[in-house]
T-cell receptor, first 116, second 113 residues
């Protein structure tokens, strides 16, 4: 398996523009997580899905952020409009979760977003 | 409250010296514990995990960690570090019945020659 695949690896955009980050989870995994990493705040969980359904989006910073998972093999994180403070590395991770939660998450390589 | 704390934000050590990176958690339920490593400009890679059984777990690259339930700790150790171990290390906890991983703030390990 190729692992969790994120695209693009790097994105530079101007303030006010729409940005879409993409993620393909590991085949067979039933949960998908979006994290944001910054120097100031470390790793923050933005939202996670189980069986394509958003379970907890309490980490999404504001209405400018939205995430979708239309099927088991694809998810997007959209920022509209983007702001300089959104500059960060965004990670997608997937996992196969049982009721006990005894499994780890597998991370993609991340998307480094710079908003100028 | 359920939380994870990594007590050291940075740990500098000399090459071939031993190292311990500390992780403590707070929980009223059972936990599953993980250590991840992040090399520069890379994603997070699993080093090791504790799910049940023996409290001493061995991972990749010569790392090991010990689960101490009474002290609610899961410290990461390596007897002799190499320059290539320079990275950021994250402790993570999944609380029983929960779906999300909760991460500590990370510890940056710097190896000096």
């Amino acid at each position: 398996d190729a692992g969790v695949i994120q695209s693009p690896r790097h994105e530079v955009t101007e303030m006010g523009q729409e940005v879409t980050l993409r993620c393909k989870p590991i085949s067979g995994h039933n949960s998908l997580f979006w994290y944001r990493q910054t120097m100031m705040r470390g790793l923050e969980l933005l939202i996670y899905f189980n069986n394509n359904v958003p379970i907890d989006d309490s980490g999404m910073p504001e209405d400018r952020f939205s995430a979708k998972m239309p099927n088991a093999s694809f998810s997007t994180l959209k920022i509209q409009p983007s702001e300089p403070r959104d500059s960060a590395v965004y990670f997608c991770a997937s996992s196969f979760l049982t009721g006990q939660g005894r499994t780890e998450a597998f991370f993609g390589q991340g998307t480094r977003l710079t908003v100028v | 409250a359920q939380s994870v704390t990594q007590l050291d934000s940075q740990v500098p050590v000399f090459e071939e010296a031993p190292v311990e990176l500390r992780c403590n958690y707070s929980s009223s339920v059972s936990v599953y514990l993980f250590w991840y490593v992040q090399y520069p400009n890379q994603g997070l890679q699993l080093l090791l995990k504790y799910l049940s059984g023996s409290t001493l777990v061995k991972g990749i690259n010569g790392f090991e960690a010990e689960f101490n339930k009474s002290q609610t700790s899961f410290h990461l150790r390596k007897p002799s570090v190499h320059i290539s171990d320079t990275a950021e290390y994250f402790c993570a906890v999944r609380f029983q019945g929960a779906q999300k991983l909760v991460f500590g703030q990370g510890t940056r390990l710097t190896i000096n020659p």
